[in-house]
């Protein structure tokens, strides 16, 4: 069965901290692979997504995360927060040879960033 | 960005009752979804729709839910008979045809059975 599995269930970090929230998924086939992040009351947002090419993708706001196929794993890092990047952080994947697209989504990661 | 929205923002109900949770998606997407969030836990995948039809649903999709898109531009999720364990936040979402597309998320609707 797909899955995707987050290890950090909350993370509280300084500001300039380095971030990094780990991923792993479970799934036979080829995947496409996303960050999501929610601010407090508002909607999913996309951070950055991965479908082919270079294993190391940029996104939005200075995150990145990088796709290691041998451990499917697909961490997020950021090298330094900042107090606004606090949110919850959700990796998903979906396979390529799907009709329907659909998401399925890890547990999420609370991010708590200190002033 | 455009934007799909959810009203409303935040629903009560009592158990045994009927709700209608709804959706604007956004103009020319043609794949929609509902998941949901119950509290602490993870984003599930409810239901996709395409073409008129469900062309998707989870295990959690039972009888007791249904989904319509029934006039071209609003996208229902009902639930016939809720029970507290359907408190939750609902999320509904749009793509593009391609598979290649990312999902665009509404805000959600806080869905709390009393």
């Known amino acids: 069965a797909q899955s995707v599995s987050q290890h950090n269930h909350h993370v509280i970090l300084s500001e300039a901290a380095s971030l990094e929230l780990g991923c792993n998924y479970s799934?036979?086939?080829?995947?496409?692979l996303f960050w999501y992040v929610q601010y407090p009351g508002q909607h999913l947002q996309l951070l950055l997504k991965?479908?082919?090419?270079?294993?190391l993708v940029k996104g939005i706001k200075g995150f990145e995360a990088e796709f290691i196929k041998s451990k499917f794993s697909f961490n997020l890092r950021k090298p330094s927060v900042q107090w606004s990047d606090t949110a919850e952080y959700f990796c998903?994947?979906?396979?390529?040879?799907?009709?329907?697209?659909?998401?399925?989504f890890g547990q999420g990661t609370t991010l708590q960033v200190k002033p | 960005e455009p934007e799909v929205t959810q009203t409303p923002s935040h629903q009560v109900t009592q158990m045994g009752q009927e709700v209608i949770l709804r959706c604007v998606p956004i103009?020319?997407?043609?794949?929609f979804y509902w998941y949901r969030q119950i509290l602490g836990q993870k984003v599930e995948f409810l239901v996709s729709?395409?073409?008129?039809?469900?062309?998707?649903k989870s295990e959690i999709f039972d009888d007791q839910f249904s989904v319509e898109r029934p006039d071209g531009s609003n996208f229902t999720l009902k639930i016939r008979s809720t029970k507290l364990e359907d408190s939750a936040m609902y999320f509904c979402?749009?793509?593009?045809?391609?598979?290649?597309?990312?999902?665009?998320f509404g805000s959600g609707t806080q869905l709390s059975v009393l």
């Open positions: 979402a749009s793509r593009r045809p391609s598979s290649n597309e990312k999902l665009f």
């Open positions: 799934y036979g086939g080829t995947v496409n």
């Open positions: 991965y479908f082919s090419g270079d294993p």
């Open positions: 998903a994947v979906n396979s390529i040879s799907s009709n329907t697209g659909k998401l399925i």
């Open positions: 103009s020319n997407h043609l794949y």
């Open positions: 729709f395409y073409n008129n039809e469900i062309s998707e």
